[in-house]
């Protein structure tokens, strides 16, 4: 079975590439002596052959074997939902599959639906290939096909112990736990469930106890106020911004250029957003955009990575008597991953009393390679997100971002990226998830390194240029470790000012996680090689 994207467009404009795939995969199950069939048909109208929505997943369930061996083979990125419900209750060995690429986004997708299935305690195993043909793959593939499963060893995981940890960090994660179970903060929601991402959703009963509790918005009233908002004050925030160097890459056709109107939208949406936080005393918040929001508005993703910012344009009550959120930001959490909202609270707060970097975002693991400028001897990671990457991450700041328009295929409105570069430095990296129905953290060190002009283009082109990318070195995290137990398309990161700090700060968060009753494991090395 192969899920697939809500939007017509992107299935038919990825099609190709998962036809291909699926050709690859075919001949590598029949040459370990099985034989293979696709679950349903491609669909000549529609010119693709993706699963294209729930109901849709759910008719080709009914009809399947339940205890046939199944592969859900993934180029693109997808909707886990539309095929969540018919997996849920398939009794026979699951595989999900994806090539490594990072021009279609499919190990996106898989980690995106590897999350959902453990969330739903779903038994799966997982895989992903440079090459089909090869003898590694065949060999992994053959194993699966004759036991029915298949898992990479992840020992560079090991459970964390506050009593392990240094005794400051460790005390400042326990009083900054206390201080959220007893004074509470609001999420705000725009509208749940974000291109199918369901494991992206924490469910109340579990979320309630760390102190966090929902305000669910609809992004009808974010779009009511963007409508309501002034010119004057819209185009005051694109001059602070472009005071201060940013660069708006605009031309005239809106179906295919970043135009000014689009920006000027935006523009409006930054203000709405905070009036909208502020009315319901929002400690941070979660713009869907996607479904709906994108027929009607230009893409958030420089209202999110600006609100993300601690320098950022000022913006006024209705009134005008005050600055709404002065001199912080206003912690946003990209496409309403639940998951990394409250990550992203926990990391303003850590950050923010041990005097480091506040500015926090998530990225996709889109994909990675192995330096061809030969810079850097170790494996680098491209890390990339449309939306929510603060400027204060990218190299010059404001004067270092570009905004770019977003891809048609997915934005028929439009907008401006914040397109720059990450800036080298030490970083902690986190994901929170769920499994075994409660809430756990994994947590990691990492640098983000520099790479030559070329080596970055090159990089871009095989992935999404118009948006911001950062080139991450784990510490002690090969690559089939990090794919074989993350349980989600993202990876939240934060900046320190030094390694030591970045140590600290990673004390103190798995602290506070552990006292807010999550299950927290360390995951990898420190820097210099040394097991936490």
């Not at 036809?19 to 001949?27: G, L, N, R, S, Y």
């Not at 305000?215 to 106020?225: D, F, G, H, I, N």
């Not at 794919?483 to 990876?491: E, G, Q, T, V």
Request: charged share 20%; hydrophobic share 40%.
């Amino acid at each position: 079975i192969a899920s697939g994207d809500l939007r017509l467009s992107a299935n038919q404009v990825t099609w190709p590439a998962q036809a291909e795939m699926e050709k690859q995969v075919a001949q590598a199950v029949e040459a370990s002596g099985w034989s293979i069939r696709r679950a349903h048909p491609i669909d000549d109208q529609q010119q693709h052959g993706f699963i294209s929505s729930q109901r849709q997943g759910i008719e080709i369930f009914r009809k399947l074997d339940p205890k046939a061996p199944l592969i859900v083979a993934e180029s693109v990125w997808q909707y886990s939902h539309h095929v969540l419900a018919g997996l849920t209750t398939h009794e026979g060995p699951i595989l999900t599959l994806a090539n490594w690429s990072g021009a279609f986004t499919g190990l996106v997708g898989m980690l995106n639906l590897n999350g959902s299935l453990t969330k739903a305690g779903v038994e799966y195993s997982t895989m992903w290939a440079d090459d089909f043909s090869s003898s590694q793959f065949q060999q992994q593939l053959g194993e699966w096909l004759e036991s029915g499963s298949y898992a990479v060893a992840c020992d560079h995981v090991q459970p964390f112990s506050a009593i392990d940890a240094p005794p400051e960090a460790a005390e400042l994660g326990k009083t900054l736990a206390e201080q959220l179970q007893r004074d509470k903060a609001v999420m705000g929601v725009f509208d749940e469930g974000c291109m199918g991402m369901f494991n992206a959703i924490i469910p109340d009963a579990l979320l309630h106890p760390t102190g966090v509790f929902k305000e669910r918005l609809s992004q009808s009233a974010l779009y009511y106020e963007t409508q309501q908002t002034s010119d004057d004050q819209a185009r005051a925030v694109r001059a602070w911004m472009e005071e201060r160097g940013m660069q708006f890459k605009t031309c005239q056709v809106h179906e295919k250029d970043l135009t000014d109107e689009q920006i000027h939208l935006q523009c409006k949406m930054y203000i709405a957003a905070l009036r909208i936080a502020d009315d319901f005393g929002c400690d941070l918040i979660g713009i869907q955009y996607q479904q709906g929001l994108k027929d009607l508005l230009p893409a958030s993703d420089l209202v999110e990575g600006t609100l993300n910012n601690r320098e950022r344009p000022p913006v006024t009550s209705r009134d005008g008597s005050r600055i709404l959120y002065e001199g912080e930001p206003l912690v946003h959490f990209n496409e309403v991953d639940e998951c990394a909202g409250l990550d992203g609270l926990m990391t303003y707060r850590v950050h923010t009393a041990m005097n480091q970097p506040v500015e926090n975002t998530l990225h996709d693991i889109r994909w990675g390679d192995r330096d061809q400028s030969g810079t850097v001897d170790e494996y680098v990671w491209v890390f990339e997100i449309s939306g929510s990457v603060p400027p204060a991450h990218l190299i010059d700041g404001w004067a270092g971002a570009v905004s770019e328009r977003q891809p048609a295929m997915y934005f028929p409105n439009g907008g401006g990226t914040i397109k720059g570069v990450s800036k080298p430095g030490e970083i902690v990296w986190s994901r929170i998830y769920i499994e075994d129905d409660r809430l756990k953290m994994d947590l990691g060190r990492a640098e983000v390194v520099a790479l030559p002009q070329e080596e970055t283009e090159r990089r871009w082109q095989e992935t999404t240029p118009q948006w911001p990318i950062m080139h991450a070195v784990l510490y002690g995290v090969s690559r089939e470790q990090l794919m074989a137990r993350h349980k989600s398309n993202h990876i939240h990161v934060a900046y320190a000012n030094s390694a030591a700090e970045a140590d600290q700060a990673l004390y103190a968060k798995a602290a506070m996680a552990q006292a807010l009753g999550l299950e927290v494991a360390l995951c990898g090395t420190r820097k210099d090689n040394a097991s936490w």
